[in-house]
């Protein structure tokens, strides 16, 4: 099969995640089609690099030399073809097939597949799972059919429609990329730059800074990608994400709380600092962990309430800031901007520290 069009292979994934559709709520599909998406993309390229290598070497070939050839060490009993021929308990299958993936690519793919429970049958129907294979087979996704730059919008399309359906909880993995294209535009990320989202969704913000310097001419190889992100679902997302931009090994997602528990730190244990720090954080959380902040480094400003994280936030984004070069970007509510107490005096701290470029409101 020759290369289809950006809008074929939406049409596709999308149809393919429709399969999922009345047993399995809309909010979860992502949790389902993204790791099967991820799944069949490595174990097609991977056929597609043996293919290579046979005609390269043909009987000369041998297990050594196709190492070179792939980027992923997928062993005969965990490809799509393998697996998904199987006639019984299908889910409990393609969950045994995953956590051999990453064990077999522990620095690259350790717990990218996430923990949905692929074999419970209540949640996620043989049947259905069937058809979500079955709508997966129709689309070879491999270099001759789709490229990474397909591919990766393809993966930005599904996000969207994914957050449209899920309604109030898209929050949680994605940005409208309105918002993100005008952040990250101000931030104006260059060629060299390591670039930082504290609590990086789906990773929507750092593709962002890749294709601005794409489209000015840059090298993005040069560009180093970090993110932090709480959700482990969300987590696995962003990494998936990266990687179908072809930009997956030169970057770190880390799972965690990024308030509780930082966890980008460079050589001598501080939190590492970047020159572009861009986040949309979760509005106004409570629960935060004020009662640890008095005592933090990050804390430079003061300690914001307990049901109100917002200036913790800011000011883990400044603190992670390259003190000479860098530039913070954030979305918070308006709320930051009026209210008093201690939210008002960190405010105050920071203009006087001359930490404050602009605001800009954006209204529905």
Request: hydrophobic share 40%.
């Amino acid at each position: 099969m020759g290369s289809i069009t950006l809008q074929e292979l939406e049409q596709r994934l999308w149809a393919a995640a429709n399969a999922l559709r009345g047993p399995v709520d809309p909010a979860d599909f992502k949790t389902y089609v993204f790791p099967m998406l991820f799944w069949k993309w490595i174990s097609d390229t991977w056929e597609y690099e043996h293919a290579q290598a046979v005609a390269d070497y043909g009987d000369d070939l041998t297990v050594e030399v196709e190492a070179d050839y792939h980027q992923f060490d997928l062993p005969d009993d965990v490809r799509w073809q393998s697996v998904t021929n199987k006639t019984t308990n299908i889910g409990h299958q393609i969950a045994v097939a995953f956590r051999k993936i990453e064990q077999a690519n522990p620095k690259t793919l350790g717990g990218i597949f996430g923990d949905a429970a692929w074999a419970n049958k209540d949640r996620l129907p043989e049947a259905s799972l069937r058809a979500l294979i079955t709508a997966f087979n129709k689309t070879p996704l491999n270099p001759t059919t789709v490229s990474h730059d397909m591919l990766g919008q393809a993966y930005e399309y599904l996000l969207k429609n994914f957050a449209d359906e899920s309604g109030k909880k898209a929050g949680e993995f994605f940005t409208p990329r309105s918002v993100v294209h005008l952040l990250a535009g101000i931030l104006d990320p260059q060629p060299g730059d390591a670039v930082c989202d504290p609590t990086c969704g789906s990773g929507g913000m750092l593709i962002e800074t890749i294709n601005l310097v794409k489209a000015a001419g840059g090298d993005i190889r040069t560009l180093r990608l970090y993110g932090q992100e709480v959700n482990l679902t969300t987590a696995s997302i962003a990494r998936m994400n990266l990687f179908f931009h072809d930009i997956g090994e030169d970057s770190k997602i880390v799972r965690g709380d990024v308030l509780r528990e930082p966890k980008l730190h460079d050589a001598n244990g501080a939190l590492r600092q970047f020159q572009v720090v861009i986040a949309n954080p979760p509005f106004s959380l409570d629960n935060w962990g004020a009662d640890r902040w008095a005592a933090d480094p990050r804390a430079f400003c003061g300690v914001p309430p307990a049901s109100k994280g917002d200036y913790a936030f800011i000011q883990h984004m400044i603190t992670s800031m390259d003190p000479e070069t860098g530039r913070v970007g954030v979305v918070m509510p308006h709320g930051v901007l009026f209210r008093g107490g201690a939210e008002g005096q960190i405010r105050q701290c920071l203009v006087e520290k001359d930490l404050l470029e602009a605001v800009i409101g954006l209204l529905r």
